[in-house]
């Protein structure tokens, strides 16, 4: 029943029908940006700048990536949905896209018919971070802490309304307890009081934890996913102790709806390619992911059910990102 939902997912909707169209028959603009909500460095754009250098490649044009931060993203959300519909402006974002206008007052677009998904190119599991002070070591032994006391264990998150805030929410319906949320400005911060001890839990991609994972202060108990994960061996899914729990994060490039069909289609194409190079798959492989092969009606189609999910559980738990 929660199990579209998460794919975590994000994007938006309405397609053009797409059709079939050679390099040749396609006038795609000499410069592309690629218009990245969240600051450098962090995993969306480090994937967006990998997209990028391929894209230019395969289109022979220059593709640019702008960070343009803020608002929780809507900033740059903003400037696509409002940009030129001819291909030269396009959004990368992740799953944090949905969750974030599910949960905002006044979003300044509308997900469902201002925005069209061309292409996913990583989806996969999150973790469930713990901190190793906590004494929590496995998905059962933590359901059983927060429901010995409601509200006292803590979880963290880069913000209200984020992906990872809306997995934890998720958990505790799921798993019929209450932890509190604890949000921060970005999931850095919110991983260093983790390590401290500060907060008891952080559900983030495995790229987030790691430097924490490798000093041992933060201890990966389960996979988000509904069945374990290759990339993690070893590690259960939290659904294993938190029946149908699963929330996985997406990346994904989407374009501002009016494009024309014959560049929806090429860009489709070419980005779906790219998702499956050694050079993605590398990173990729990090988070134990993978690209999603959907059509851009189909992708259109899963953002739609998850955004109505997200809106509905937002909704039922008065969850209002401000």
Not at 299 to 311: H, V
Request: charged share 15%.
């Amino acid at each position: 029943m929660l199990r579209p939902l998460l794919a975590c997912c994000a994007s938006l909707a309405m397609l053009l029908p797409v059709q079939t169209a050679t390099a040749q028959q396609v006038a795609i603009p000499p410069l592309v940006r690629l218009i990245v909500p969240f600051t450098p460095g962090a995993g969306s754009d480090v994937m967006a700048r990998a997209v990028a250098a391929q894209l230019g490649q395969r289109l022979g044009i220059s593709v640019i990536v702008e960070n343009r931060a803020g608002a929780s993203g809507t900033i740059g959300v903003t400037a696509v949905v409002k940009g030129p519909r001819d291909g030269s402006m396009l959004l990368f974002t992740s799953a944090s896209l949905v969750t974030t206008a599910a949960t905002m007052p006044n979003v300044p677009f509308d997900i469902t018919t201002d925005l069209i998904p061309v292409a996913i190119v990583s989806d996969g599991p999150m973790l469930v971070g713990i901190s190793a002070k906590s004494g929590i070591t496995t998905p059962a032994e933590l359901v059983a802490a927060a429901r010995a006391k409601p509200d006292s264990l803590t979880a963290g998150s880069g913000g209200t309304g984020s992906v990872g805030h809306m997995a934890s929410v998720l958990l505790n319906d799921a798993a019929k307890i209450q932890m509190r949320h604890i949000p921060y400005r970005g999931a850095a911060p919110a991983l260093l009081d983790v390590a401290a001890g500060n907060v008891d839990m952080l559900i983030a991609s495995y790229s987030t934890l790691a430097p924490q994972i490798k000093s041992g202060r933060v201890l990966p108990i389960a996979v988000t996913s509904l069945q374990p994960s290759p990339a993690y061996p070893g590690i259960p899914t939290m659904a294993s102790a938190a029946p149908g729990y699963d929330a996985t994060i997406w990346y994904g490039v989407l374009a501002p709806a009016g494009i024309p069909a014959s560049v929806l289609q090429r860009l489709h194409h070419e980005i779906t390619e790219i998702a499956k190079s050694p050079e993605l798959r590398e990173l990729q492989k990090m988070d134990g992911a993978g690209p999603v092969m959907a059509t851009p009606e189909e992708l259109s189609r899963r953002i739609r059910a998850s955004y109505a999910i997200w809106k509905q559980l937002a909704k039922d738990k008065n969850i209002v990102a401000e």
